[in-house]
C-alpha cells in the first residue's frame, strides 16, 4: 500500500494507507509512508512540524517574578529592590509608579498583591495591566512568564 495524504494550507490533514496506487482518493497524493497528519508540505517536499512551544505557566513564585525583573533582559528593578520585595515585601520603585498610576479604587488591591503575593498568577488582571505599562504585547508577557519560571 501507498501513503496518500491529503494535503490544506500547507498541512497534511489526512492519511490514507487502505488504497493502490491506482486508486487513490481525489484531491491526495502520495507521501513518504513517514509522512501524517501535521506533515508541512511546501509543493515540493514533506516536514516534519516544528514542536509546539512549551506552554506559558499558570503562576511563577515571587521570588521568580522579582528576580525576572531584575535580571537582563528586563532589568527593570534593581538586584537590592528585588531582594528587599522577597523578603520584606517592599515594592520596588517602578511598581510603586505602575500602581500609583492605577485608578484609586484598585491600589490597595494592587500593593497587598505586590507586597505579600507568593506567586504571580498569569491569568491575573494586574499581570495585563503591568505588561502594558511597561509596553509589552501579550506575547512578550507570556516570554517574560517562561523566562521566570526558569529561575
Known sequence: MTNFVLVENGVVVQSDRTC????HPQGFIAAPEEVVPGFLFDGEAFAAPLPS????????????????????????IT????LAAVKTGEIPA????LVD???QASRFGAEMLLSGATEFKRAHPLTA???QAFGWT???VDAFWTDA???
Open 53 to 76: 512551544p512549551p506552554p506559558v505557566p499558570e503562576a511563577i513564585s515571587d521570588r521568580q517574578f522579582f528576580q525576572a525583573l531584575a535580571a537582563p533582559p528586563y532589568g527593570i
Open 20 to 23: 493502490e496506487t491506482e486508486e
Open 129 to 131: 495591566v503591568f505588561g
Open 101 to 103: 498610576a492605577l485608578p
Open 94 to 97: 517602578a511598581m510603586i509608579a
Open 138 to 140: 501579550g506575547l512578550q
Open 79 to 82: 538586584q537590592a529592590e528585588a
Open 149 to 151: 519560571a526558569k529561575l
